[in-house]
């Protein structure tokens, strides 16, 4: 994950991913995940949890349609859904980053405002983080997203207007 961790992004970038790694712990997850990403930009009072609230998805809303995105999931394989208790996984050790988190980073265009400076970068990049867990086509956030009845690419255009 460092690699997406470049210091030219910032202190706020950094500190709404390591909300998602205390996310996931929260959570009881053996992985962080793009999940986790989402939660903690919606909870990080940056504008671009202000756009995500703007089009239905606050914090609690997203919880909601990640419910009820796994709720469909396990009915989908023939499996009542559990408690949200019984879906913790118990380690011992901090969770590992899982594939839709890095796949996010890396659709993240942090590139693009190569050009601004320092202040502009930083006030972007949770934006362009954003950008990139919505642009996820297949996984849990996009299933989600679909079920909240969110317009994923309205919202898309919508951070790159930033």
Do not use: C
């Not at 996009?142 to 951070?159: F, H, K, M, T």
Request: charged share 30%; net charge negative.
């Amino acid at each position: 994950m460092s690699e997406q961790l470049h210091d030219d992004l910032g202190v706020t970038l950094k500190t709404v991913i390591t909300a998602s790694i205390e996310e996931a712990i929260r959570r009881g997850a053996a992985k962080v995940e793009a999940e986790h990403l989402l939660l903690s930009i919606a909870a990080s009072g940056d504008a671009a949890a202000q756009a995500l609230a703007d089009a239905g998805l606050d914090y609690p809303a997203i919880e909601a349609a990640l419910q009820d995105e796994r709720a469909r999931a396990l009915r989908a394989a023939g499996i009542e859904p559990v408690s949200d208790e019984r879906l913790h996984a118990t380690r011992n050790s901090r969770p590992v980053w899982g594939a839709s988190i890095r796949d996010a980073l890396r659709r993240g265009d942090f590139k693009a405002h190569r050009n601004r400076g320092s202040a502009e970068r930083e006030r972007l990049a949770v934006a362009d983080a954003l950008i990139g867990v919505l642009r996820a086509d297949l996984g849990t956030v996009p299933r989600a997203i679909e079920y909240a009845g969110v317009d994923r690419a309205a919202l898309i255009a919508r951070l790159e207007r930033f």
